[in-house]
């Protein structure tokens, strides 16, 4: 049974810093591509970050591009996600997501497994 089991969140104020953690079980994590989205109240869910499973290839939305940073340490089987400079739109229930197909990183859909979520709230 795969498990995708985030922490790290909380309440931040502007120009603060956060940083995520998602620890995987049940797959064989340094085989999948792992993501980072967000929902915020009443908008879809959207791309935050991917990295994929070989090359450490990072990519970015443009509106965390040189904020966050993303990474995985596949001996831990967990995926991280810095996030600095935080502003008060980067507010939402953040989501680790782990996929193993050759779809683009940024797509929801694309995702095998997610993760229960954790709640970050930067107040300006």
């Known amino acids: 049974q795969v498990q995708l089991v985030e922490s790290g969140g909380g309440l931040v104020q502007a120009g603060g810093s956060l940083r995520l953690s998602c620890a995987a079980s049940?797959?064989?994590?340094?085989?999948?591509?792992m993501g980072w989205f967000r929902q915020a109240p009443g908008k879809e869910r959207e791309f935050v970050a991917a990295?994929?499973?070989?090359?450490?290839?990072?990519v970015y939305s443009d509106s965390v591009k040189g904020r966050f940073t993303i990474s995985r340490d596949n001996a831990k089987n967990t995926v991280y996600l810095q996030m600095n400079s935080l502003k008060p739109e980067d507010t939402a229930d953040y989501y680790c997501?782990?996929?193993?197909?050759?779809?683009?990183?940024?797509?929801?859909?694309?995702?095998?497994?997610w993760g229960q979520g954790t709640q970050v709230t930067v107040s300006s």
């Open positions: 997501a782990a996929k193993r197909n050759t779809a683009q990183v940024n797509v929801v859909r694309a995702y095998n497994y």
């Open positions: 049940g797959l064989t994590f340094s085989t999948y591509d």
């Open positions: 990295i994929r499973w070989t090359g450490g290839i990072t």
